[in-house]
């Protein structure tokens, strides 16, 4: 061989190299981002209140984390992303729905309430 292709191989290698190592950074972070995305979810009660969007969530996230064994890092940043957006919307109809049921309960105690006052007020007549 002579220095002459070694050289561009060599030099090709080394940025092929250093575009798996730039690309394996990101993929990663955007992993442990979706995880703790699918763990919020989770807490905001997701499981009860959104389980088809959490169980999507967390399959997207174990499909990142093996594409990143694997160091498919596009394949893992992107399924990652997919991950926590999955959350996100778990997280949200959770949050959603605890807050309707909120306002639902608020809305029958004042129906109580106001029951009671007029109970009240016909009694006093």
């Known amino acids: 061989m ?3 292709l070694t050289l561009p191989a060599l030099f090709a290698t080394a940025i092929l190299l250093s575009a ?3 690309q394996k950074a990101p993929a990663t972070a955007d992993v442990a981002v979706s995880r703790a995305a699918v763990e919020n979810a989770a807490q905001a009660g997701a499981a009860e209140l959104a389980p ?3 169980s999507s969530a967390r399959e997207k996230f ?3 984390n093996q594409a990143l064994k694997e160091r498919d890092y596009k394949l893992a940043s992107e399924l990652a992303t997919q991950a926590q957006a999955e959350a996100k ?3 949200s109809k959770a949050t959603s729905a605890k ?3 909120a306002a639902e309960a608020v809305q029958e105690n004042i129906r109580v309430l106001r029951e ?3 109970r009240a007020n016909s009694n006093t007549k």
Do not use: I, K, W, Y
Request: glycine content about 4%.
């Open 89 to 91: 919307l778990a997280q």
């Open 20 to 22: 798996c190592a730039s």
């Open 52 to 54: 088809a969007e959490l």
């Open 116 to 118: 009671e006052l007029d």
């Open 62 to 64: 174990q499909r990142a």
């Open 99 to 101: 807050a309707t049921g």
């Open 2 to 4: 002579s220095p002459r």
